[in-house]
């Protein structure tokens, strides 16, 4: 199993910038992807942005391109997410997954593991 612990969500005002983090820990040899997903109430969860512990590229969606940053630190087995001007449509509560696939995917299908999320509030 693996386990992801998210942290580093908050109340923003709109502007602002907040940085995530995700810790994963447990049999993690084998995670090819990471990723972070989101999910605003009454909405479906979307993805955010991927990235590889292999490098490569990241991939982000594009309503977040410019603006959100996915990083990576492999001897922590941590990945962050920057994300900065931050606007009230990115409230909402973001996941951290993990996936043993071998390339990176904006499914959550794809993804095996999942944290508990942690909350984003971006006020006007």
């Known amino acids: 199993q693996v386990q992801l612990v998210e942290s580093g969500g908050g109340l923003v005002q709109a502007g602002g910038s907040l940085r995530l983090s995700c810790a994963a820990s447990?049999?993690?040899?084998?995670?090819?992807?990471m990723g972070w997903f989101r999910q605003a109430p009454g909405k479906e969860r979307e993805f955010v942005a991927t990235?590889?512990?292999?490098?490569?590229?990241?991939n982000y969606a594009d309503s977040v391109k410019g603006r959100f940053t996915i990083s990576r630190d492999n001897a922590k087995k941590t990945v962050y997410l920057q994300m900065n001007s931050l606007k009230p449509e990115d409230t909402a509560v973001y996941y951290c997954?993990?996936?043993?696939?071998?390339?990176?995917?904006?499914?959550?299908?794809?993804?095996?593991?999942w944290g508990q999320g942690t909350q984003v509030t971006v006020s006007s």
């Open positions: 447990g049999r993690t040899l084998g995670i090819y992807g």
């Open positions: 997954a993990a996936d043993r696939g071998l390339k990176l995917s904006r499914s959550d299908q794809a993804y095996e593991y």
């Open positions: 990235i590889s512990w292999a490098g490569g590229s990241p």
